[in-house]
């Protein structure tokens, strides 16, 4: 087998400057004009790349790219600090005018957790753990 990495991920959005604007209300930083641009990536912790690719973009490889129906296309989950934080960050993306899906709850797997949606209806999770 060649050496290979996981080195990124990649979701398809319809609107880049929303898109920019819901992550940004959670803390990843972009380049000041990624809302312009049609690609944009984003550094995570450990390496990894998030990766913004609007639809004209994708179009313009792969014409026949339909976006998918019946669900959505990714989720992402964000570690909080604390279980407050996870309150804290719900209320500040819908602060932001952006959408909830769940309410901030004690989940019985342990963790406090909540999501929200991003502006494709993505389902994008908040947790932290009850306990430390």
Same mark, same amino acid.
């Given at each position: 087998?060649? +050496?290979?990495?996981?080195?990124?991920?990649?979701?398809?959005?319809?609107?880049?400057?929303? #898109?920019?604007?819901?992550?940004?209300?959670?803390?990843?930083?972009?380049?000041?004009?990624?809302? +312009?641009?049609?690609?944009?990536?984003?550094?995570?912790?450990?390496?990894?790349?998030?990766?913004?690719?609007?639809?004209?973009?994708?179009?313009?490889?792969?014409?026949?790219?339909?976006?998918? #129906?019946?669900?959505h296309r990714m989720g992402l989950a964000f570690l909080c600090g604390a279980p407050a934080d996870v309150d804290a960050a719900y209320a500040?993306?819908?602060?932001?005018?952006?959408?909830?899906?769940?309410a901030p709850w004690d989940a019985f797997w342990g963790q406090r957790y909540?999501?929200?949606?991003?502006?494709?209806?993505?389902?994008?999770?908040?947790?932290?753990?009850?306990?430390?």
């Amino acid at each position: 087998m060649p +050496e290979v990495k996981l080195d990124a991920f990649g979701v398809v959005v319809s609107d880049m400057s929303k #898109t920019i604007a819901f992550y940004e209300a959670l803390g990843l930083t972009f380049p000041p004009d990624a809302a +312009e641009q049609g690609h944009v990536e984003v550094a995570l912790a450990g390496g990894l790349r998030l990766m913004f690719d609007t639809v004209a973009v994708v179009k313009s490889f792969a014409p026949e790219w339909e976006p998918p #129906t019946g669900g959505h296309r990714m989720g992402l989950a964000f570690l909080c600090g604390a279980p407050a934080d996870v309150d804290a960050a719900y209320a500040a993306v819908l602060a932001d005018g952006h959408r909830g899906l769940k309410a901030p709850w004690d989940a019985f797997w342990g963790q406090r957790y909540a999501q929200v949606l991003d502006p494709d209806d993505n389902p994008v999770d908040l947790f932290a753990p009850l306990s430390a």
